[in-house]
């Protein structure tokens, strides 16, 4: 799936359907779900509207047993040892805030 052609709320709307069919797959009803994380039912219905916080998702994606997909979803991005010397071994901290001459359509290298 092209996720760059969709709108923010398209995107969501899709994470919204794939946690509705994961818990589907785990034969789960939304009211049980919400009594496994402790979430209220309408943050459960919020969630797969593609609504909701983070850390609600992050309660349902570890009771759905998905947590280790977060490491797919945003790899670990690992600084270089070539980075690393350049800062005189401190981790970047700050963005400079100068532009990428890279196209700007084409997706972040590093976070």
């Known amino acids: 799936?092209?996720?760059?052609?969709?709108?923010?709320?398209?995107?969501?709307?899709?994470?919204?359907?794939?946690?509705?069919?994961?818990?589907?797959?785990?034969?789960?009803?939304?009211q049980q779900?919400?009594?496994?994380?402790?979430?209220?039912?309408?943050?459960?219905?919020?969630?797969?509207m593609g609504r909701g916080k983070l850390t609600s998702l992050i309660a349902?994606?570890?009771?759905?047993?998905?947590?280790?997909d977060l490491d797919s979803f945003i790899p670990r991005q690992e600084i270089s040892p070539l980075q690393l010397a350049r800062s005189q071994g401190k981790p970047r901290q700050r963005a400079s805030g100068k532009r990428r001459m890279a196209d700007?359509?084409?997706p972040p290298t590093e976070w």
């Open 33 to 48: 779900l919400a009594e496994a994380t402790t979430l209220s039912l309408n943050v459960i219905k919020a969630l797969e």
């Open 104 to 106: 700007e359509t084409e």
């Open 60 to 68: 349902v994606l570890r009771e759905l047993g998905c947590l280790d």
């Open 1 to 30: 799936m092209d996720f760059y052609s969709l709108s923010d709320k398209r995107i969501a709307a899709e994470l919204g359907e794939r946690l509705r069919s994961l818990r589907l797959r785990r034969d789960l009803t939304q």
